[in-house]
Structures are given as structure tokens and as C-alpha cells.
């Protein structure tokens, strides 16, 4: 009997997908990593400005400057908003204010504006100029002979912002001029560590103290500073003019007694370590029983069996018969 013809299409209306292609998106899930990875990256750090001389923006710069009076700044280059920010900034500062203008001549689309005064300077980067309802801060160039140094804080104490940002420029004040204070945040948090910019004119007001690698506190603590080309400096007594190998203070011999916490020698041969009893001092513990392997039959045969005592028994009364 032949069977019947089968539909090549199901029946209007029906939700069957026997005989069709599968259209529908396969769902896949992504792949999660692994615990190593995530315990092996490190968060990034971000920067939060406590205190600025200057607008706090993420634009400003601070860069030196090869003459008296000059403003830094970095238009929206091949954007619709060039031409808009050009405008804008020509027609915030006035035209016989302006020397002439500095165009990269490399990949660096910093430029700058060469003015006539410094009162010109700081109006403009304190008030800035509007270009599409956003704000643009142009950076005040370093004057020539002025030094700007970039320090990077490590070990800072916890406390509330301001109480930190009043420490930091009591603390650093003998140094030079406070210009900007900046936290590091990871997570979100506060990480114990930080930058600041202070000033150093050719002719300070007061005589400044050399920079140190550790900055003591009024409250007994200290913080730690580094910055570009600051020499040879000891990271274990904190002390500037020699390096963790060339420290006075520092112990030859790193090992350390867990007795008497005094180096040179470990705890077995400590001199206060209470004597003991000369047999040992622990006991003896009991052996696993030791479970022979199973024999290979071709290497090692298997003994005969054993006769049965039935067997034995019929053997007797059979040779008893026969006799």
C-alpha cells in the first residue's frame, strides 16, 4: 500500500517548522573571565582636582612658554565646531591684544596665541569662551625662568577633602607656590595618592627649601613626593642622596628571628628560645596497610587448587576396593 503524498507546506495558520530553515537568531551567551583574569587586572586610576588657580577643566595644560605673555590651547580640528571655535575665541579676546599664533607643525594640535599683556592672559583662561553651549578654559603658558614642577604624592593620610587639600598646601608651601591639587580615585575611592603643581619663581618672595623625597606633617605622619629628575633617593629610609643598597640604616641580613624579632639569625638557633627534650617531639603515626597489586596470569601463574576432602575420601575406599 503506498503512502500518502506528504505537504510540502503545513496548513495556513498552523506554527509548525518541520522542513524549514531555522531563521531565528541563535542565542548565545557571552563568555565571563575568569577569575584569574579579573583578580589580575588592576582598576585604572582617575583624577579629581581638589584645588586649581585655574578653571577646572580637563583641557588645561600646563606647558612653558618661549615668550612673556601666551595662552595654550587645542581647537576641534577637521570638526564642524572648528571654524565656530575660531570665531568665538578671536572675538573674546580684543584684536590689538593679539600678537600672532603658534601653529603646530606636527602631529600635535596644541596651538598657541602670543598677547601683548598678562591681564589679557588670565581674563581669557579664567573666563573662557562659549563655542555651541561648551565651555573651552585656554591654558596660561609658563613664563620663561619660571619653574613648574609636577609632584606625585604617594602615602597620603585618609581624610575628608578638605582637610586634605589644606594639609598638602600647608605642607608644601615651603617648597613653592601651590598652583593645583589633584586626587586619584580607583573604584570610585580614594587610593592614597595624588599630584600636585607648584611654582617656582626665579624671585621668590621667600626662600624656598629644597624638595624631599619624604614630606613630614604637623600631626607626626608623613607622605612621600616624586617628580621628574629628582636624583638618587632611599626607599627605606626616605632620605635623599643615596639608594636602598647604599643605606646606612639598613640591615645586610634580611632574615628575621620570629623569637626575638632581631635579624642576622633564624628561630632554631635563637639564643632565647626555651631548651627542649633531646628525643623527638612528635610521635610515631600509624601506617596505611600495604595493599599488593593484582598479579598478571602470564608472568605469574596461579598456584594448583587445593583437592577437596570429598575427592580424598573417594580416592581411599577406591584403592581399598581394588586391593
Not at 503524498?5 to 575568569?34: C, E, F, H, Y
Not at 583574569?37 to 577643566?57: D, G
Not at 579676546?93 to 606636527?106: C, D, E, L, M, R
Not at 639608594?243 to 635579624?263: G, L, M, N, V, Y
Amino acid at each position: 500500500m503506498a503512502l500518502p503524498a506528504k505537504d510540502s507546506d503545513p496548513p495556513q495558520g498552523s506554527n509548525s517548522t518541520i522542513g524549514r530553515p531555522n531563521t531565528n537568531p541563535i542565542a548565545t551567551n557571552p563568555l565571563l573571565p575568569s577569575y584569574a583574569q579579573t583578580a589580575s587586572t588592576k582598576p585604572t586610576q582617575v583624577a579629581s582636582i581638589l584645588f586649581s588657580t585655574l578653571p577646572a577643566s580637563p583641557s588645561c595644560v600646563w606647558r612653558k612658554s618661549t615668550t612673556p605673555h601666551s595662552i595654550f590651547f587645542n581647537p576641534p580640528v577637521g570638526t564642524p565646531q572648528e571654524d565656530a571655535f575660531w570665531n568665538s575665541l578671536l572675538s573674546s579676546v580684543p584684536a590689538n591684544k593679539i600678537i600672532g599664533v603658534s601653529f603646530p607643525s606636527k602631529q600635535s594640535t596644541m596651538h598657541k596665541i602670543h598677547l601683548t599683556d598678562s591681564t589679557t592672559c588670565l581674563d581669557i583662561c579664567s573666563k573662557g569662551f562659549l563655542v555651541n553651549n561648551e565651555q573651552f578654559f585656554p591654558s596660561q603658558g609658563i613664563p620663561t625662568g619660571t619653574k613648574i614642577l609636577r609632584l606625585y604624592l604617594t602615602k597620603l593620610p585618609f581624610l575628608p577633602c578638605q582637610d586634605l587639600e589644606q594639609l598638602i598646601k600647608d605642607n608644601l608651601a615651603k617648597y613653592g607656590i601651590v598652583r593645583e591639587i589633584g586626587i586619584h580615585l580607583r573604584r570610585s575611592c580614594f587610593d592614597s595618592t595624588g599630584y600636585v603643581y607648584i611654582k617656582q619663581p626665579p624671585t621668590p618672595t621667600t626662600s624656598l627649601l629644597p624638595l624631599s623625597y619624604k614630606i613630614p606633617t604637623s600631626d607626626s605622619t608623613h607622605f612621600l613626593t616624586m617628580w621628574t629628575c629628582m636624583g638618587s633617593h632611599c626607599t627605606y629610609c626616605c632620605a635623599m642622596g643615596h639608594d636602598i643598597e647604599a643605606c646606612p640604616i639598613r640591615p645586610q641580613d634580611s632574615c628575621k628571628c620570629f623569637t626575638c624579632h632581631e635579624t642576622g639569625h633564624l628561630q632554631n638557633t635563637c639564643p632565647q628560645t626555651p631548651a627542649t627534650e633531646s628525643g623527638p617531639s612528635k610521635c610515631s603515626r600509624k601506617l596505611p596497610r600495604t595493599i599488593l597489586p593484582a598479579q598478571d596470569p602470564k608472568t605469574h601463574p596461579l598456584p594448583p587448587p587445593a583437592p577437596h576432602p570429598d575427592s580424598a575420601a573417594q580416592s581411599k575406599t577406591a584403592k581399598s576396593l581394588t586391593s
